[in-house]
């Protein structure tokens, strides 16, 4: 069982940056590989990026690339989106999510491969 707390949204104006953090409960945070997806007001689920258990491996949203980075420190069983250059049309709740890796440098980009979620984060950029 892995419990998911985000931290770190809130409101940012256009062109802003916003770090969020996802921190994991359990020993076992480095066999899981990490994600984030958001989802804004009437519209679906939406990834926006994933590392590997390892770190080595990242993968993002056509939308957020160059934009967002996102990292992970497994001794402090972490994971974090750096958020800059903010764009009205990135509102939404952001959730963290993990999910259990055999191997070391998989990403995935599918909620199907995530069976932890947490509650979500607030990010708002006004237009």
């Known amino acids: 069982q892995v419990q998911l707390v985000e931290s770190g949204g809130g409101l940012v104006q256009a062109g802003g940056s916003l770090r969020l953090s996802c921190a994991a409960s359990?020993?076992?945070?480095?066999?899981?590989?990490m994600a984030w997806f958001r989802q804004a007001p009437g519209k679906e689920r939406e990834f926006v990026a994933a590392?590997?258990?390892?770190?080595?491996?990242?993968y993002y949203a056509d939308s957020v690339k160059g934009r967002f980075t996102i990292s992970r420190d497994n001794a402090k069983t972490t994971v974090y989106l750096q958020m800059n250059s903010l764009k009205p049309e990135d509102t939404a709740v952001y959730h963290c999510?993990?999910?259990?890796?055999?191997?070391?440098?998989?990403?995935?980009?599918?909620?199907?491969?995530?069976?932890?979620w947490g509650q979500g984060t607030q990010v708002t950029v006004p237009s």
């Open positions: 359990g020993r076992t945070f480095s066999s899981y590989g």
């Open positions: 999510a993990a999910g259990y890796r055999y191997r070391n440098d998989y990403v995935g980009g599918a909620a199907r491969e995530y069976a932890y």
């Open positions: 590392i590997s258990r390892g770190g080595s491996n990242t």
